[in-house]
């Protein structure tokens, strides 16, 4: 029986991965955050600012496209609970699903020449469902390894440890909990290089990477249900 993957390689292929998505649908979509979601409260505040407001419609969507995709990932883990089915590769199907949608519906809207076109609105939303699955599948199965979406917790959680290793007060706990954090952190930094240069190369095609590596972990062998004790 293989063995199932370790937190280390889950946390550098999970961090890697929002932040390749995030920062190809941030340069794609006009500024659209789809993994780091509360970003866009600061950008629809920016956009207000402006007069013509045309990116408004694409981040406003962007939340409930995002609470979609975070309800339904909990949906179908309370049905696999119930079922007795680990939820772990139904969830990572989902989010395959809308990212390969998300992928298609951008290379039909492309060239993207206005925010405002429906195929260009639903491809922002779809890009936002996928990683609300990405981030409700992170805390409901994933919740040992450190969050690989929003980074400011992790950087603030490795600054406090890495002031405690310098100054010779961090206990045993503390330099697991920096080993934990620092890598999805790092990840998420190549990512986000990886996700921008990818998209300037070959446009929306660089959505194949995303969807290869889910395509990857769905198929890693993972924990089997527990037999029901009679």
């Known amino acids: ?54 990116t408004l419609l694409l981040k406003c ?4 496209a995002f609470g979609a995709g975070v309800v339904a990932t909990r949906l179908l883990g309370n049905r696999c609970e119930r079922r007795g089915v680990v939820p772990i590769r ?13 992928m298609a519906t951008a290379l039909l809207a492309a060239p993207i020449t206005s925010p ?60 697991e909990k920096f080993v934990r954090f620092v890598w999805p952190v790092l990840a998420f930094a190549v990512g986000c290089i990886a996700g921008g240069a990818g998209y300037v190369q070959v446009g929306f095609w660089c959505l194949l990477a995303p969807i290869a590596a889910v395509a990857f972990l769905l198929f890693l062998p993972w924990p089997e249900p527990k037999p029901a004790h009679v």
């Open 116 to 175: 405002d076109a429906p195929l260009v609105l639903v491809t922002g939303m779809l890009g936002a469902a996928a990683m609300g699955v990405h981030n409700a599948a992170g805390k409901l199965q994933f919740s040992r390894i450190a969050p690989t979406t929003v980074m400011t917790g992790n950087v603030t959680e490795l600054l406090i440890d890495m002031t405690d290793l310098f100054t010779g007060h961090a206990t045993p706990a503390a330099k």
């Open 61 to 64: 969507l962007a939340f409930p």
């Open 1 to 54: 029986m293989r063995a199932t993957p370790s937190d280390l390689f889950l946390g550098i292929c999970l961090g890697g991965l929002a932040g390749y998505v995030d920062t190809a649908g941030f340069v794609a979509l006009y500024g659209l955050f789809t993994a780091h979601v509360t970003g866009n409260f600061v950008l629809i505040g920016a956009t207000l600012t402006h007069p013509e407001h045309t």
């Open 90 to 102: 139904p969830m990572l199907s989902m989010q395959l699903v809308l990212l390969v949608a998300f």
